[in-house]
C-alpha cells in the first residue's frame, strides 16, 4: 500500500507517523511543495513550540476553537492533549505548563519537537520529498494520480494536509473534486491603530483587560501587549479569532472598548476610586489598578488631567472621566497584521465534507484530511497545534487500513 500525504506540516507528520507506526507494511510519502519542514512548529511560540495545552476537560477544551468545536469533540475522544503528552514522552521529549495551561517542551526549544518528529519518519522510513508541488491530483479507480510539473506518482490514499490557504482560489483544486470549501479568512491577528498616540507606548504589557468590539457582542480577557503599530497580546488575538469573519466583513475598521480596570460595571470602578477621594498623594503616584505606569501616565493624559493633582483634589466631573476611560476607553482600529510563518485562517474544507471518526472525506473515498486545511482553528495556547496531532492522528491510522 503506498499512502501520499500532501503537506509536511504538523498534521501532515503526525498522520505519516502515524500511518507508518500503524501499518510497518506501508510505504509512506509526505510531499512538501517548500524547502522547509514543519515551518509553523519552527516558529510557534517565539521559537519555543507551544505543543499543546493543558486544559483535559473535554468541554473546557473545545470551547477554544470558534470553528469545529462539535468536529473536535468527537475527535478528542480518540486523541487529546493527555495523548500529546504521553506520545512526546515516549519519544523522550519532556513538556512543561506555562501560564495559561500553555505547553511547551521543557528544552524551550521548537527544535526539540521538529527534531523528534523527523527523528520518527527516519525510523519509520518514511520518504519525504520536499520542493515537490503537487498541481493536480486525479481519482483512479483503484488510486490517485499526483502530478506535479514534471513527474507524477500514483498512490492508494491520500491524505490532505496542506494547512490554511489565504485565498479561495488555493482550494480550487479541492472544490474541483466535489468538496464544498468555506472562504478562508485570516484569524488570530493583531490590531493595527495607525498614528493613534497609544502607539508611542510599544513595548507595554498589560496583564489583564477586557476588550469588546464595539457593535457585537464580541469580548475577549487577557494580556494585550502594545506595539508600534497598535495592540496584540493574547486578548487581542483571541478576540481576532472569534471575530474572523466579522471583522473580515468590517474590512478590519471598527472600534474596540478596553476595559483597564477588569471590573464587571462603572459603579464598581467609581466606587473603587472612591476610596481613593481621602488621599493626599498625587494621582500619579498612587494607580487605583494594576496597571503600568506609563499606560497610567497616557490615559490622565488621555482625559486632560494634571498628574500633579491630588486625589482628594479630584472634582466629580474628573472623577466620572476617570471612570469612563478606566472601564471603557476606546481605540480605532483600522488594518490588521498577520505573521506570515504564523498564519491562521478561518475557513477550508467543509466539515460536513468530512467522517469525523476517520477524517476520510465524503466525497472522494481513501481521500483523508488532517489540520488547518479543514474548516477548523483554534485561539492562541497550543489549541492549533493540538488539533492538528489529534486529526492528523486519527487520518493516519483509518488511511493505512
Known amino acids: 500500500m503506498k499512502i501520499g500525504i500532501i503537506g509536511g506540516g504538523a498534521a501532515g507528520f503526525f498522520a505519516a507517523i502515524t500511518c507508518a507506526s500503524t501499518n510497518p507494511n506501508a510505504s509512506v510519502f509526505i510531499f512538501e511543495k517548500s524547502d522547509k519542514l514543519l515551518a509553523k512548529v519552527k516558529v510557534s511560540g517565539g521559537g519555543r513550540c507551544n505543543v499543546t495545552n493543558a486544559t483535559f476537560n473535554l468541554s473546557a477544551l473545545i470551547k477554544n476553537y470558534p470553528r469545529g468545536e462539535k468536529f473536535l469533540k468527537k475527535s478528542f475522544s480518540q486523541f487529546n492533549p493527555k495523548d500529546t503528552i504521553a506520545w512526546f514522552e515516549s519519544k523522550g521529549v519532556q513538556l512543561k505548563i506555562e501560564d495559561d495551561n500553555k505547553m511547551f517542551p521543557i528544552t524551550n526549544s521548537s527544535q526539540t519537537i521538529v527534531d523528534c518528529l523527523l527523528n520518527e519518519t527516519r525510523k519509520l522510513g518514511i520518504t519525504i520529498l520536499k520542493k515537490t508541488n503537487i498541481t493536480t491530483i486525479t481519482p483512479k479507480e483503484d488510486g490517485y494520480l499526483l502530478e506535479e510539473s514534471d513527474q507524477s506518482h500514483f ?28 472562504p478562508p479568512v485570516p484569524s488570530l491577528f493583531t490590531f493595527n491603530m495607525p498614528d ?188 492549533n497545534f493540538q488539533a492538528a496531532w489529534t486529526t492528523g492522528y486519527i487520518a493516519g491510522k483509518n488511511a493505512c487500513i
Not at 477586557?210 to 475577549?220: E, M, N, R
Open 155 to 182: 498512490l492508494d490514499k491520500v491524505i490532505i494536509a496542506t494547512g490554511g490557504s489565504p485565498k479561495v482560489t488555493g482550494l480550487d483544486w479541492l472544490s474541483t473534486l466535489g468538496h464544498h470549501i468555506s
Open 196 to 383: 493613534n498616540a497609544v502607539t508611542n507606548l510599544k513595548g507595554v504589557a498589560v496583564e489583564n483587560a477586557i476588550v469588546k468590539i464595539q457593535g457585537t457582542k464580541l469580548q475577549s480577557e487577557g494580556a494585550i501587549m502594545i506595539t508600534h503599530w497598535g495592540m496584540s497580546g493574547p486578548a487581542i488575538l483571541k478576540l481576532s479569532a472569534w471575530g474572523a469573519e466579522i471583522l473580515n466583513n468590517e474590512n478590519y475598521t471598527f472600534n474596540i472598548s478596553v476595559n483597564w480596570s477588569m471590573k464587571p460595571n462603572e459603579d464598581h470602578v467609581r466606587e473603587h476610586l472612591n476610596t481613593f477621594r481621602d488621599e493626599k498623594k498625587k494621582i500619579i503616584n498612587a494607580k487605583p489598578f494594576v496597571i503600568p505606569n506609563r499606560l497610567w501616565e497616557f490615559l490622565l493624559h488621555k482625559i486632560g488631567l494634571n498628574n500633579d493633582k491630588r486625589w482628594v483634589d479630584i472634582s466629580k466631573k474628573e472623577l466620572n472621566q476617570l471612570v469612563n476611560i478606566l472601564y471603557n476607553d476606546t481605540y480605532p482600529v483600522m488594518g490588521k497584521t498577520t505573521f506570515k510563518d504564523e498564519f491562521v485562517t478561518c475557513g477550508g474544507v467543509a466539515l460536513n465534507d468530512i467522517d469525523v471518526n476517520t477524517m476520510e472525506s465524503k466525497i472522494c473515498k481513501n481521500m483523508y484530511f488532517c489540520g488547518e486545511v479543514m474548516d477548523i482553528d483554534g485561539i492562541t495556547g497550543g489549541f
